[in-house]
């Protein structure tokens, strides 16, 4: 099978499926040759699995050549964040040298559901170690090497979910899961100019994945389009047991034509202070093309330290989350400098500090949802900045060195949010756009992006030499 | 005590306690380093107490009583 199957949308690779003009083991094998050959130039990939992956293409050819088609995944090859458990001998590392070759005997829900839509799961993807929740201050935070930008090999892909997102930017995979607990599907997906969905805290369940912080972390996709988002969420959304946060709201992505639709959006105000010049400019053309899909207005949220809530909780939980690897001094053995040390001053949260942050986190969540609810999403730049360069430092609202409203309310409430391309700068990086909405409002977010994404060509740009 | 001698206070209060828990393991540039995410911890700490809240501010933190079923 020929390349040219790189960089097809999942809607389409499926229809290709379905047709039967595209044969899912073909389809394994580009894959799996290129996250081979290609992974190592991005540090992208933990492991390739090339064992399971043929056996899954082998069953799903079997199935539809026999009228069993699954639906839209059905044969579709993907790879997981490493922090997402896998048996069979395939490592789950959390990206850090101290668990390099630690297996698990069962898979994470997220493995599992995405197995009984029929996807391929062909590799690990590397990750920021223990999704930066030590206090990195640096790309080179993984035992797998800093994650490189397919736009620009000297800058770096973003973290946590890096590998997630180089390994969709540069055609290795069409699609991949990561994970945020603040930023960590955000960030990959605006610096390597892909669509990334953070759904609704307990729309996914966790059952699985590494624990960062119980009441943050979400499982969501990185894909070419929103579009192929909702048909990846569809899948990995629902009810687990194993998960008691998850809950009984069943999701069916909405694939509907947006074009009919007026949308309401909301600015918050003072949105792109602290926003870099070119971030800024590419919102503010963004902005021209939503006006022309509804109406944009500038909305507020009263004045609380929302960073400073949602950082408390974070640091707390990830404090207690990793007490064994900090207290027995194993994060002595992780890569980044500041991430063998920083969190021992996690003791100077005090349990009422903890517990305040988590009462304010319920008036934050009423104000948000107060604003939210007029309107269809609220929009922002998906990040202040454009990728940081692979020697340099990164900004980061979790250690305070750069503001994040949205991404400290979305993450703190809970909400949904995706973002998607809006532009390129400088040193042929992109910039991105996210849609935040209420709470279990993904299908609304998603209208909005395709929509957006309907009328620009952002996401059909791909990077060169790869 | 003005505001800047208390939270400096505060800082090395907590340094105290981080240096007696694990000072053993740490050179002095990684003190350093931790002295600094203990201020930020600190100032973010006090940005949470300035707020004031009610009685019927609970945390948002679901918690159920559990029976194992049969």
Known sequence: MAEDVVFLPVRQLAEGIRARRLSPVALAEVFLDRLERLGPRYNAVVTVTRGR????????????????????????????????????????????????????????????????????????????????????????????????NPWNREAWSGGSSSGSGSAVAAGLVPFAIGSE??????????????????????????????????????????????????????????????????????YRYDAGDPAARRFRFGVLRGITDGCEDAVRENFARSLEVLRGL???????????????????????????????????????????????????????????????????????????????????????PGRATVAAMLGGEVRSAIRGTARDVMGAVGNGAGLPAVAVPNGFVARGLPTSLQFMGRAWEENTILAAARAYQSATDWHRRHPADV | MSDGDAVRAEVETMLALVRERYGGRLDAEQLAGVRTAIEAIVLASRALRAVRLTNADEPAQPFAAYRAEP
């Open chain 1, 181 to 250: 607990t603040w930023g960590s599907i955000l960030s990959p997906a605006g610096n390597c100019g892909l669509a990334g969905l953070r759904p609704t805290y307990g729309r996914v369940s966790r059952h699985g994945a590494m624990a960062l912080c119980w009441t943050l972390d979400k499982l969501g996709p990185l894909a070419l389009t929103a579009d192929d988002c909702g048909l990846v969420l569809e899948a990995i959304a629902g009810r687990d047991a194993a998960d008691p946060t998850t809950v009984d709201r069943a």
């Open chain 1, 53 to 148: 992956a043929l056996e899954q293409a082998q069953r799903a050819e079997a199935e539809i050549a026999a009228g069993r088609y699954r639906g839209p995944l059905h044969g579709i090859p993907y790879g997981a964040k490493d922090l997402l458990a896998t048996s069979g001998g395939i490592p789950t590392t959390w990206g850090a040298a101290p668990f390099k070759d630690r297996c698990f005997d069962f898979d994470a829900t997220a493995i599992l559901k995405l197995e009984a839509a029929g996807a391929v799961l062909c590799a690990k993807l590397a990750m920021v170690e223990l999704a930066g929740g030590m206090g990195y201050r640096q790309p080179n935070a993984a035992f797998t090497g800093p994650g490189v």
């Open chain 1, 294 to 380: 509804g109406t944009v207005e500038e909305v507020a949220l009263p004045d609380l330290p929302y960073d400073d809530i949602t950082r408390t909780i974070l640091f707390a939980e990830a404090a207690s989350a990793f007490e064994d690897v900090i207290e027995s001094g194993a994060i002595a053995g992780l890569t980044a400098p500041e991430d063998r040390y920083t969190a021992y001053a996690r003791d100077a949260i005090l349990a009422k500090d903890y517990l305040k942050a988590l009462r304010l986190r319920g008036v934050m969540a009423r104000e948000a949802d107060r604003v939210l609810a007029p309107l269809d999403a609220l929009v922002a």
